[in-house]
């Protein structure tokens, strides 16, 4: 499964989640951006741990990470790594993050490299 970011046409940007004007360039036409799939594998900037969870996430503690990506875009996802060290390589994958009552939510989901 694929997670697609949007790559500006004009000076090749990387953004996620979508954006009306590139953060590059400031171009806001409607097509200014081609679908790239997502840069999965990053490094570890920062990461707390969850303890108060609503009961459909199913596990006590959840960690949480914000990863800079090898293109330099930055974003959130759960860790499943055992001790989880700043600065730590990362690879990524789309996984069910949580299952809804109609709908299962997926989300990025980063392993110890
Ligand atoms: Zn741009």
Redesign the pocket.
């Known amino acids: 499964m694929e997670v697609y970011a949007y790559k500006?046409?004009?000076?090749?940007?990387v953004h996620y989640p979508y954006k009306m004007i590139?953060?590059?360039?400031?171009?806001n036409k409607h097509d200014?951006f081609d679908l790239v799939p997502m840069t999965k594998d990053g490094k570890l900037l920062t990461f707390t741990i969850v303890h108060n969870l609503p009961p459909d996430f199913e596990v006590p503690t959840l960690a949480i990470g914000i990863v800079e990506l090898d293109d330099g875009m930055r974003i959130m996802g759960q860790l499943k790594v055992q001790e989880p060290e700043l600065g730590m390589k990362l690879k990524g994958k789309v996984e069910v993050v949580r299952h809804g009552d109609y709908t299962d939510y997926h989300g990025m989901v980063f392993y110890a490299a």
Not at 8 to 13: A, E, M, T
Not at 22 to 27: M, V
């Open positions: 500006c046409r004009k000076c090749c940007h590139c953060h590059g360039c400031g171009e200014a």
